[in-house]
Structure formats: C-alpha cells, structure tokens
C-alpha cells in the first residue's frame, strides 16, 4: 500500500492570512498542500492562480499537491511548475488532449495526476496508467468546498485500486472528507485524503491539529 497522505485543502483557509495558514497545517501534522485553481470555465468559481501559490511556497517544505479545474490547462502547466508546485493533476473532462497535458507534466519533472468529476467512468483513465503518478477522485462536483460527499466515490475508488493494478499510482479522494468517511475510503483503496472544512473548522491551529489526526486515526 501506497503511504497515507492528508491533505488539507487552502481553499477552506483564511485567504487573508495565506502564509501562516500553511504554516499551521504543517505544523499541525500535514503531509501535503492541496491547491485548488478555479478558472470560472471549466468549474462555476474562481480561486487563485500561480503566483499566490508561489507566495505560499517559502512558508512550507511540503509537497505541493496542485488540483486545477481550469480549460485549457496546458498553457498554464510550466507556470505551475515553477510556482513550486509537486504534483500537478488535470481534469479527464478539461480537454481532448489528456495523454499531451501529462506527458507535458512530467517533462517539466512533476508528478501527473488525473481527476475524475462523480459523473465520469473510470474506463477515461484506462489508456494513461503508465502516464500517471496519481488520480484525484471527485466525491463532489468541482468547484466548492463544503458540500456533501457523494457516497459512489466509493465504489470508483475500489474499481481505480483493481485497474491500476500494482502500478505506484496514489489514489486521492477530494470533496466532503471528513474523519465520518475516511475509513471507508482507505478499505477502498485510497491513500491521499483532501480536506477542507473538515481540516479548518475551528481557525486555531489546536483544532487543525485535532481535525487532521481525527481524520488520519479513522
Ligand atoms: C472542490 C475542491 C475541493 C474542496 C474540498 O472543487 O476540489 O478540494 O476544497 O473541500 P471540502 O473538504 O470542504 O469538501
Ligand atoms: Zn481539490
């Protein structure tokens, strides 16, 4: 099994405040940084771009996990990377051209990833296993924090654990995690947990601490 990783999404932070947020997180015991990027296209909401994820860079040692709802992302992927980001993951649904964006990931020395929306088949991931370091599945619709898990995330997750088959891909579950459904997650096969509300409910950095272990004991 691939090693657990929480991660606590930005988005559900205090924009106002971005470095010390990720400060906390990390001391609170995080293992990554998940980066929402909205484009108001691709996902019904803007959140920020390249150059607020560089500003958070220095305030961190680890990995950044770069989630972008945006169309088209390939114009945008070197940006990223220089931002400082560590695994850059596209959407399935943002293009025709999915197997061109990860080859361009990984020659800019990154980690790809690909994120499946609830409503798309995992059969769209079937022709890239050898091009991806990992596959974000949405358990809720792109585009907010705070909504409700869709409970057939579940059964995706175990059908993506079946057909990567032994490859080293992690498999991360993004919208609506919480410490109530993480368990279930990881018997599915996922390994990388994205929380947002669930992490900085609370605002101090004593409730993140207890939020992230809650999750990662469940
Ligand atoms: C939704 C984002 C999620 C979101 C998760 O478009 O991809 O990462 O911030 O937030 P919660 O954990 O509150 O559902
Ligand atoms: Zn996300």
Redesign the pocket.
């Known amino acids: 099994l691939r090693p657990l990783a929480i991660a606590p999404?930005i988005?559900?932070s205090d924009f106002s405040k971005l470095g010390e947020e990720v400060r906390a997180v990390d001391t609170a015991g995080c293992d990554w940084i998940?980066l929402?990027v909205?484009d108001g296209h691709f996902?019904p909401?803007i959140s920020y771009g390249p150059d607020v994820i560089k500003a958070m860079r220095p305030h961190t040692k680890k990995v950044f996990d770069a989630?972008l709802?945006i169309a088209p992302c390939d114009p945008y992927l070197e940006a990223f990377a220089k931002a400082g980001c560590d695994i850059i993951t596209v959407h399935a649904e943002a293009g025709p051209h999915l197997h061109r964006s990860l080859q361009a990931i990984r020659a800019l020395g990154k980690k790809a990833g690909v994120?499946l929306n609830p409503g798309t088949h995992p059969s769209a991931i079937e022709y890239v296993l050898d091009d991806i370091d990992l596959v974000?599945v949405?358990?809720?619709?792109?585009?907010?924090?705070?909504?409700a898990?869709i409970p057939s995330a579940v059964q995706k997750i175990k059908q993506i654990r079946a057909m990567v088959a032994g490859r080293p891909i992690d498999i991360e579950v993004?919208?609506?995690?919480?410490d109530k459904v993480a368990g279930e997650l990881a018997a599915a096969g996922a390994n990388a947990f994205?929380?947002?509300?669930?992490?900085?409910k609370g605002g101090t950095l004593e409730a993140y601490k207890a939020n992230i272990a809650g999750i990662r004991n469940a």
């Open positions: 999404s988005l559900a998940h929402d909205m996902v909401n989630h709802m994120s974000l949405m358990s809720v619709n792109p585009g907010f924090g705070g909504q898990f993004d919208g609506g995690v919480s994205v929380a947002g509300s669930a992490v900085f």
